[in-house]
């Protein structure tokens, strides 16, 4: 069986990927997760993470038209894949399942010390 797991930075990315739609390309991935995260994040980790979780499979990117702002270049635009947004469930419902189970968070009686 194929893994699913995902990294909370390919967690993030992919979660910005989804939330950008049609603006989903690295240099507005990279922008957007500084603006979000309160932290700085190099253009080339976001390229290794994005080319990674397109090579599981939960990524698929095409080139989209050349602008007059890139000097007419295209830019790269990804998309979050069926199989991408099986493994943004299970993540999700993995996490979720911790948090309930967290005394804090579950109602029930939880000292800090």
Known sequence: MKEMKLGSFEETLMLLVGIL????????????YEAQSKKPVSIGAVHSTLNRLSKKGFLSSEMGLPTAER??????IYKITAEG???LE???D???SLWNQF?????????LS
């Open 85 to 87: 947004q099986r493994a």
């Open 103 to 111: 005394p804090a968070f579950s109602g029930r009686k939880f000292k």
């Open 90 to 92: 299970q993540s999700r």
């Open 71 to 76: 000097g007419g270049r295209r830019k790269r």
């Open 94 to 96: 993995f996490r979720l």
């Open 21 to 32: 739609d049609k603006e989903a390309y690295a240099f507005k991935i990279g922008e957007e």
